[in-house]
């Protein structure tokens, strides 16, 4: 990481990233977990398919057609909710590794835009372009229209973090 300075409010970073495995299974679950009412989404169904299965159970109408036919349909919905959270991100690594995680992304940041560099081309953006940037423990996500740009944490020093998250509070306002 090269770091050029003119003054505290003028910065530029620069890095190149080749994201790990793991950086990129922390950043996923870092975004499954800000999902809105996630956790309403994972265990509201499964409970929904057990209480279900033990009514029809309990009134011995579990092995009418109508009762297996419900808990089939509700079974489809809750148990991928269930384990939903949990896989993604495996499954966004399995697809990652073929393309993602293969490149090498050249970063560059100041105060007016963020350029990113790789074999897919540039992408330049200017910071009023930015949807909304996500802080998570670990990363960050600066969401545009068609996507999320991830810069993890552990790629900055201490002054560019600070400097980072002083233009992200000056974005926010």
């Not at 495996?90 to 560059?108: P, V």
């Amino acid at each position: 990481m090269s770091i050029c300075h003119h003054s505290w409010r003028y910065m530029e970073i620069k890095f190149t990233v080749n994201y790990t495995d793991d950086e990129y299974l922390c950043a996923v679950r870092e975004k499954v977990e800000q999902m809105p009412n996630i956790k309403v989404h994972t265990y509201i169904p499964f409970m929904m398919l057990v209480l279900v299965v033990w009514l029809l159970n309990y009134f011995v109408l579990l092995d009418s057609w109508w009762g297996m036919s419900l808990s089939l349909i509700l079974a489809l919905y809750a148990i991928p909710s269930l384990f939903g959270r949990y896989l993604t991100p495996y499954i966004g690594l399995f697809f990652a590794r073929k393309k993602k995680l293969q490149e090498t992304y050249n970063f560059s940041i100041n105060s007016e835009k963020i350029y990113r560099y790789s074999q897919q081309g540039v992408i330049e953006i200017l910071w009023s372009d930015i949807k909304s940037i996500d802080v998570t423990t670990k990363n960050y996500f600066f969401n545009l229209s068609n996507g999320s740009m991830l810069l993890p944490k552990s790629r900055f020093s201490n002054e560019q973090l600070q400097w980072l998250n002083e233009m992200i509070l000056a974005y926010n306002k």
